[in-house]
Structures are given as structure tokens and as C-alpha cells.
């Protein structure tokens, strides 16, 4: 990736940041910690890799995204905002009783959002039968899933696991937002699904490993996933919990809590600061 | 005259449509044998997925197939649909409103030496309440088929209870037309109304024959339709006859009996009686055994009749 695409992808990148902040202080309710922690997964997918159209956002050829982790709605609704599906006005209204933008993505209110979710260890499932239906009928579309590290302890995640190496799905590839906290603490403690990569590949799937705030890994191994021929791709992503704003990174206790208004201008400013540091590389 | 189950029914009817459906898919979860699936899969086996024991994933999978305009039907044992996968089918197909159709085979006691843990006696309660669910439950081969056609027309999730022993036949195919939403008046009477789903219609045409041979006038119905619910023929029952008896294979809170309760009360109040298991779990035995354990039978039926009768103001 040259310099100044990887900027600009960075600057993208704080803006969802600055976003997800927004969002929760202004709901006092939701997910910053996992939001923060998937960013440039889901900046890469949208800005560069997918094929998607917010003017077409049903055209039955376009690549797919599934919010597996569900909670992490902020980080979608700042992504489908900053593409053009929804506008940017709408966020303002998140998880508030008016508004479509669900504490939970639902799908039949917000165009863009390609499966309702929430309840945890679905999505890699759902994306499973998005990718059957696109062999099925012969389509090139890929199918993208973000799965928390958490939510692997639910046991459907293996049954969808086998699911997709046995129907040798390589038109799909698993994110995994590994960042090693849950509700409770560290996954390692809590019920330690490690080692994860071993586990993928011994279900069938071809592994990659990342840091997943890198673009240039990122598109490194999305490039590699859609080389790989007859199994199903994850990428591991180590990523930081509340990655981008200091005092949120690594602490447990950002997974479901909002900003109140001090702590969110605090993150803002530092944000801010981010984006202004970047302006002056570009 | 041969028996047909309504899962074999269900099996058949699925190949048939997959000729003219060609977005139709089947699911299984390693019951294609039992279900009857696989009367769908030797047809078309592109268009079926064996999702192996595995419920929860076949579910959500048939969700991510019906968000691509396929029309999946997944199929296990009503246990398994209704229960071990209730929250798939309820975050992932019903809140959503996908497309999928949900086959649930062996459904009651009368799956019979399998006993409790596989005998469902509590899936049309926890289907009929979530929200925009279609919930259907087929007397016989005839009705099956109308049940799948109804279910294929209809855009959204439907949920079609079906049962493993073999049934006689009712209708005859080809001359029976279901609506969704419309129960079928097999007779009308002025004494008691007698409504019945899925097994228990043919203990309920048995019932209002003996109870016509002691010289009472019987409105029998058969409602293969227990979600959206027939409200103008349940109260015109009740204001010709002024009491009810329903019969159901399950429970009797929170299935077919509350759910036409639910409309008496809030329309027009009369008695009524249920037949179904008595908040119970069921037990192993030969099925036409456990049926008659549970009372599940036309006598029961005649006697729940002749106790509302008394009831009548």
C-alpha cells in the first residue's frame, strides 16, 4: 500500500473513532472498547476492498459484511455513515427510541446492514449461507464476518466453523477481532479459547495472523484469503480494546460502557490531535 | 387405506415444489431419513445441505440463505427446531423476518418410544409468540402439501409442525385449497364446537361422530392454521354453539387451546375445554399407547364436550 493511501485510510480511520465516541457519549449507553478495537478491519473492507454501492445497496453481486459481534454497532453505523448509506446526521440518534440506528444492527431499518445481530455466535453462520447462496448461483461476491474473540466461546461458532470448511467456502473470509477482553476480564481467564489458530486450522481453515491496526497487513491477508482455493479463510487480528483513546486502551471496563461528557471530550481531543498529526504527514 | 405421516407428506411436497421453485433449498441436520428430506435431496441434491447434528448453525444458516433470495427449508425434529434452536429462529430468522421455512417433524407424544427428551409438546407456544411467525400444523397428507404451498407463497419465517406416526387421510390432494389464516369447517352443529390441530383432527372427527350417535349437533373444525388465527370462525363458533372443546398434541398452556382462548376472551367469552398433555413431560411406549396415556383421544374429547356443555349459561 503506498504512503499516501495508508494515510488517508488513517484519517478515515480516527473519524470512526471520533464517531464511536460520539455515539455512546450522546446515547450514555453502548460499546466503545470493541467498536475502537475493529476499526481498521472494517475501514480497509469498506474503503478499499468491498464492492459495495450505498446509491445500490441490494444489488445481488455485491460483496457482503456480516456484524458478527453484534455490539460493536457504533463502529458499523460510523462506517455506513462516513460510505454514504445512512447520513451522518442519523448517527446523533443512536440506540435513542426515534431512531433506526438499533443498540443492535438490524437490518431492516439501516441500509447497509446486511443481518441482524446481536445475539452472539450467529453471524459466522449466517455468513456461511450468504456464501453457499453465492456459489449456488455462481456469483463472485465475498463474504466478510467479524467475529470477537469472546464471543468463539459460544459453541456454534464450531458447528459454523465445520460448516464452512466442509462446504469449502473460499468466498468467505472470518475476521477475528482477538483483543483479548470480555464482560468479565480476559478471555484467558474467563474460558481461554486459545490457542485460536491451531483450533481454525484443525477445523479446516486456512489461518492468517495480524496486527490488525496495520493496513498493510490487513490488505496483505485479504489478498492472501481470495488466493485460497478449497477452505475458508480467518484472519487473526491482535487488535487493542479501546485502541486509539489512552485511557479506554486494554481496560476491560470500556466493553460496555459509555463516555460520560468529560471523559468524552478527553477522547476527542486526543483524537483530534491524532488527525491533526496525520494532516501534517500528508 | 394407507396411513401417510405428515412428515412424509411434507418430504414429498418439497420435491414437487422443487420443480417449479427453483430457489428453494432443504436443509437437514443428519435427519434427511426422518424428516423425509431426502426425498428432496435424491432430486436436487445441489439445492440440499446436510448441516450435520448441528441445529443452531442450521438455522442461522438458512437465515444467510434467505437474505440472498433463496427459500430455505430447514428441517429437523420439532425438539430441535423450537427448542435447541430457539434463539437462532427467533434473533436470526424472526426478528429479522427472513424467508425461511422451519419443517419440524416428529412433533408430540406421539414420536412415541423416543420418550420425553424428544417428544415436543411445548413448540407452538414458544413459535406462535414470536413475532410475525406463521405457525402451521397439518392434520393430514393433503393438508401438508397445501401447508408447504401456503408457506412457499408466503413472504417471511413459518413454522410447519409436523408429526412422524401415519395418519389417515382426510382430503383428498388436488381438492383441498388452504388460506393462511383460515381454519376448515369439516361440519357445522349448534351443541358444542369442537376445534382441532394437526393429530388430534382425527380423534375430534371420531369424538363428534359418537357424540352425534347420543344425538348432540357438533361444529368440527380443523385448524391447520394456528398462527395468524381464524378470529371469524372461532367466534362464530362460539355463538352458535356457546361452548368449546379444543384438542391439540401439546401442552395445554400456551398452545392451540390458549391461543383460541385469547380470542374468546377478548370477543365474545364462552366456556371452554381443552385437550392436550396436562403440563406434563411425555413418556416411552409404543405411540398409540402413549397417546391413550395422555388422553389423547376421541373419548377424552367427547367427555371434555359433554362437561362444557354444562357450562353453557
Known amino acids: 500500500m503506498d504512503r ?13 473513532r471520533k464517531s464511536i465516541i460520539i455515539q455512546t457519549a450522546s446515547a450514555g449507553s453502548g460499546h466503545p472498547g470493541g467498536s475502537l478495537s475493529g476499526v481498521e478491519i472494517l475501514t480497509y473492507l469498506y474503503f478499499v476492498e468491498m464492492n459495495i454501492d450505498p446509491k445500490n445497496p441490494k444489488d445481488p453481486d455485491r460483496d457482503r459484511f456480516v456484524l458478527s459481534k453484534g455490539h460493536a454497532s457504533p463502529l458499523l453505523y460510523a462506517v455506513l455513515a462516513e460510505k454514504g448509506f445512512i447520513s451522518k446526521e442519523e448517527l446523533k440518534g443512536f440506540r435513542q427510541i426515534y431512531s433506526n440506528l438499533q443498540g443492535h444492527p438490524d437490518m431492516k431499518k439501516v441500509p447497509g446492514v446486511e443481518m441482524s445481530t446481536g445475539s452472539l455466535g450467529q453471524g459466522l453462520s449466517v455468513a456461511n449461507g450468504m ?14 464476518v467479524l467475529l470477537g474473540d469472546g464471543e468463539i466461546q459460544e459453541g456454534q461458532i464450531w458447528e459454523a466453523a465445520m460448516t464452512a470448511a466442509h462446504y469449502k467456502l473460499d468466498n468467505l473470509t472470518a475476521f477475528l477481532d482477538h483483543n483479548g477482553l470480555q464482560i468479565d476480564g480476559k478471555i484467558t481467564e474467563v474460558m481461554s479459547p486459545e490457542p485460536v489458530d491451531e483450533k481454525f486450522k484443525a477445523f479446516g481453515w486456512h489461518v492468517i495472523k495480524i496486527d490488525g491496526h496495520d493496513f498493510n497487513q490487513i490488505e496483505k491477508a485479504v489478498n492472501e484469503a481470495k488466493t485460497i482455493k478449497g477452505k475458508p479463510t480467518i484472519i487473526i487480528a491482535e487488535t487493542v480494546k479501546g485502541k486509539g483513546v489512552s485511557f479506554m486502551e486494554n481496560e476491560v471496563g470500556w466493553h460496555g460502557t459509555a463516555p460520560n461528557k468529560e471523559q468524552a471530550q478527553k477522547a476527542l481531543e486526543e483524537l483530534q490531535k491524532q488527525l491533526e498529526s496525520l494532516e501534517v504527514q500528508g | 387405506m394407507a396411513k401417510i405421516a405428515t412428515r412424509e407428506a411434507y418430504g414429498q411436497a418439497l420435491a414437487e415444489f422443487g420443480e417449479v421453485y427453483k430457489d428453494i433449498v432443504v436443509l437437514d441436520a443428519d435427519l434427511s431419513k426422518s424428516t423425509r428430506t431426502e426425498i428432496f435431496k435424491k432430486k436436487f441434491p445441489e439445492r440440499f445441505f446436510n448441516i450435520g447434528i448441528a441445529e443452531q448453525d442450521l438455522m442461522a444458516t438458512a437465515a444467510g440463505l434467505a437474505t440472498c433470495g433463496k427459500i430455505p427449508f430447514a428441517s429437523t425434529f420439532a425438539i430441535f427446531a423450537a427448542g435447541r434452536a430457539y434463539d437462532q429462529v427467533r434473533n436470526s430468522i424472526g426478528y429479522p423476518h427472513l424467508n425461511v421455512k422451519i419443517g419440524a417433524s416428529h412433533a408430540g407424544v406421539s414420536i412415541g418410544e423416543d420418550g420425553a427428551s424428544h417428544q415436543m409438546l411445548e413448540d407452538i407456544a414458544l413459535m406462535r409468540v414470536i413475532p410475525g411467525m406463521v405457525v402451521l400444523s397439518p392434520s393430514d397428507a393433503a393438508s401438508t402439501y397445501e401447508c408447504v404451498r401456503l408457506a412457499i407463497e408466503h413472504e417471511g419465517p413459518v413454522y ?3 408429526g412422524r406416526l401415519g395418519v389417515e387421510e382426510i382430503y383428498k390432494k388436488g381438492e383441498l385449497k388452504l388460506e393462511l389464516g383460515k381454519g376448515i369447517v369439516l361440519q357445522k352443529g349448534t351443541d358444542v364446537g369442537i376445534l382441532a390441530t394437526g393429530l388430534m383432527v382425527h380423534e375430534a372427527i371420531k369424538a363428534a361422530k359418537m357424540l352425534q350417535d347420543e344425538g348432540f349437533s357438533v361444529y368440527l373444525v380443523d385448524m391447520p392454521c394456528i398462527k ?33 382462548s385469547e380470542v374468546l376472551i377478548q370477543n365474545y367469552p364462552v366456556p371452554v375445554k381443552m385437550v392436550g398433555v396436562n403440563d406434563e413431560f411425555g413418556r416411552s411406549g409404543k405411540p398409540e399407547d402413549v397417546l391413550k396415556y395422555y388422553k389423547l383421544t376421541a373419548d377424552e374429547i367427547v367427555n371434555k364436550a359433554k362437561e362444557v356443555m354444562k357450562m353453557k349459561k
Open chain 1, 4 to 16: 499516501a493511501k495508508e494515510l488517508e485510510l488513517k484519517k478515515i480511520a480516527t473519524e470512526i
Open chain 2, 228 to 260: 395468524p388465527i381464524d378470529i371469524d370462525l372461532i367466534l362464530d363458533v362460539a355463538k352458535v354453539t356457546g361452548c368449546i372443546v379444543t384438542a391439540e398434541e401439546h401442552n395445554i398452556l400456551g398452545g392451540f387451546g390458549s391461543a383460541v
Open chain 1, 131 to 144: 456464501a453457499l447462496a453465492g456459489k449456488l448461483d455462481g456469483k463472485n461476491y465475498r463474504v466478510y
Open chain 2, 160 to 162: 410447519i409442525r409436523l
